[in-house]
Nanobody, 121 residues
Framework: QVQLVASGGSLVQAGGSLRLSCTAS????????VGWFRQAPGEGRTFVAT????????YYTNSVKGRFTVSRDNAKNAVYLQMNSLKPEDTAVYYC??????????????WGQGTQVTVSS
């Protein structure tokens, strides 16, 4: 059982940046692909980005390409989501997820709690 803890969410102005972190309890973290999903008010959870266990491959939803970067430090059991040029439509609860398989769908085996990102206009 992989336990994931997401952190780093905050209130930020449009155009600003945030870095989300996802840390895991499992010592074999490098064998897991890790992804980020988000859920805006009144909407379902949607895919944002994912990264393979070794740091490759990476996938992004179209709306964040060129603005968000997913990376990982397996020595620290951590995955990061660097979010730049934030827009009000990025406002959501962000969840980190993990699975043995690299996915862009919601079928990840493990889900952490969310962290709130609010972008003001």
């Amino acid at each position: 059982q992989v336990q994931l803890v997401a952190s780093g969410g905050s209130l930020v102005q449009a155009g600003g940046s945030l870095r989300l972190s996802c840390t895991a309890s499992d010592g074999t973290f490098s064998s897991y692909a890790v992804g980020w999903f988000r859920q805006a008010p009144g909407e379902g959870r949607t895919f944002v980005a994912t990264i393979g266990g070794s740091g490759y491959p990476t996938y992004y939803t179209n709306s964040v390409k060129g603005r968000f970067t997913v990376s990982r430090d397996n020595a620290k059991n951590a995955v990061y989501l660097q979010m730049n040029s934030l827009k009000p439509e990025d406002t959501a609860v962000y969840y980190c997820v993990a699975d043995r398989v690299v996915r862009t769908s919601r079928e990840f085996d493990y889900w952490g709690q969310g962290t709130q990102v609010t972008v003001s206009s």
